[in-house]
């Protein structure tokens, strides 16, 4: 089950709440920049889902964590996002786990 909060997904990853919320902000950010790229790269959104079994969470932090792309536009922006190299309690692919968990987050605005 996906963390409903930003607290959640804190505390199920070690990390601090502002930190759970920086790395939201610069998800969205870097997929501003290169998202209409990635979904061009397949003939339709639709099959751009489909690779990621319908989960758009997951299409978004594959495109902007993968190469980290993110961290070109988080100096964009001067959002120090070093502390997601110090993960080391975690393998890499758990990074992905965390951006999923990340954009799975409900906002409430």
């Given at each position: 089950?996906?963390?409903?909060?930003?607290?959640?997904?804190?505390?199920?990853?070690?990390?601090?709440?502002?930190?759970?919320?920086?790395?939201?902000?610069?998800?969205?950010?870097?997929?501003?920049?290169?998202g209409?790229?990635?979904?061009?790269?397949?003939?339709?959104?639709?099959?751009?889902?489909?690779?990621?079994?319908g989960?758009?969470?997951?299409?978004?932090?594959?495109?902007?964590?993968?190469?980290?792309?993110?961290?070109?536009?988080?100096?964009?922006?001067?959002?120090?996002?070093?502390?997601?190299?110090?993960?080391?309690?975690?393998?890499?692919?758990?990074?992905?786990?965390?951006?999923?968990?990340?954009?799975?987050?409900?906002?409430?605005?």
């Amino acid at each position: 089950m996906a963390a409903q909060t930003y607290t959640q997904v804190a505390k199920e990853f070690g990390i601090t709440v502002e930190q759970a919320k920086q790395l939201s902000r610069v998800m969205q950010t870097t997929w501003n920049y290169v998202g209409s790229d990635f979904l061009a790269s397949y003939p339709s959104e639709k099959a751009a889902l489909a690779d990621f079994d319908g989960n758009s969470a997951h299409l978004v932090a594959e495109a902007v964590l993968d190469a980290n792309r993110y961290k070109v536009h988080a100096r964009y922006d001067n959002e120090d996002v070093s502390w997601i190299d110090s993960l080391s309690d975690y393998p890499p692919r758990s990074v992905l786990e965390l951006g999923i968990a990340v954009q799975s987050v409900r906002r409430i605005f």
